[in-house]
């Protein structure tokens, strides 16, 4: 007879980042309605993803920093019904997501589920584009680092810590960046580090740490570019299976039924 599998299942995580959301639900971005594209990726979510044990939303949830746009974030994500987390990005405003977050535990920093610690840092920098981890979010970081015990780690934020091969963002990036990866290098426990801001898909392996970015639910920009470039790929989603034994599988998916028809003439991103 074939005998049990008792190995602990998998956490099942979906990222959903950069959604960029206004107050006016017929906001846009080049003419590409973020409201709607939004739905579209958490339709598709639904559809391919029976089980969600943690949603993590990694900046930029709104374009305006406004409590309409992050109240309509929140009441399109609250069907999954399961225990989410958000994080700022560079076009969000902190005091007003603290706002609507307000008697939840969206902005916790730290999330211990099975043998996994989830940690979510603020790589915001008011009134700029670029990231950079403030000593009081290293802090956060090294303190639960420290505290993990036998847990693996998963770390997230906005700003991308890694070269992606797109000249144009490298500057937007996150500026302290060595003392992430020196971090990363140091707690052997850290099995993957997750961002959005670049809207497109990277996964690279550094001694075997996994490096993540996702496309925006809405436009995405075109990989390997010089030079700031939309690509007309449809909006999408990361999913993760994080492991008992601290395996780390992923992938994206994106909203194949939605069309996307920018506007070149509209205002720019």
């Known amino acids: 007879m074939p005998q049990p599998n008792h190995a602990p299942a998998p956490i099942h995580v979906v990222q959903l980042t950069d959604a960029h959301l206004f107050a006016d639900p017929a906001g846009t971005l080049l003419g590409l309605n973020t409201r709607d594209s939004l739905c579209h990726v958490i339709a598709q979510v639904r559809r391919e993803q029976p089980q969600i044990d943690l949603l993590l939303c990694t900046g930029d949830l709104t374009q305006d920093g406004s409590v309409a746009g992050y109240?309509?974030?929140?009441?399109?994500?609250?069907?999954?019904?399961?225990?989410?987390?958000w994080l700022p990005g560079n076009h969000d405003e902190a005091q007003v997501m603290a706002?609507?977050?307000?008697?939840s535990d969206l902005?916790?920093?730290?999330?211990?589920?099975?043998?996994?610690?989830?940690i979510m840092l603020d790589s915001a920098v008011l009134g700029a584009t670029h990231g950079l981890l403030a000593p009081e979010q290293l802090a956060i970081l090294d303190e639960a680092l420290a505290g993990a015990g036998q847990r693996y780690c998963l770390v997230c934020f906005h700003?991308?810590?890694?070269?992606?091969?797109?000249?144009?963002?490298?500057?937007?990036g996150l500026r302290n960046a060595g003392a992430l990866l020196e971090r990363v290098q140091r707690h052997e426990q850290v099995r993957a580090v997750l961002w959005g801001?670049?809207?497109?898909?990277?996964?690279?392996?550094?001694?075997?740490v996994r490096f993540l970015a996702t496309p925006s639910t809405c436009i995405q920009f075109a990989p390997r570019s010089e030079d700031f470039k939309v690509s007309e790929e449809q909006p999408g989603y990361r999913w993760l299976r994080l492991h008992a034994d601290g395996r780390v599988e992923t992938g994206v998916e994106r909203a194949r039924d939605f069309v996307v028809k920018l506007d070149f003439n509209s205002a720019g991103y």
């Open 107 to 118: 902005l916790q920093a730290v999330t211990d589920i099975g043998g996994w610690r989830i």
């Open 71 to 85: 109240q309509a974030f929140r009441d399109v994500t609250a069907p999954f019904a399961v225990p989410t987390r």
């Open 197 to 208: 801001h670049v809207h497109q898909e990277w996964d690279e392996l550094r001694a075997g």
């Open 99 to 103: 706002q609507v977050a307000q008697g």
């Open 159 to 172: 700003h991308q810590p890694v070269d992606i091969g797109c000249a144009w963002i490298a500057p937007i």
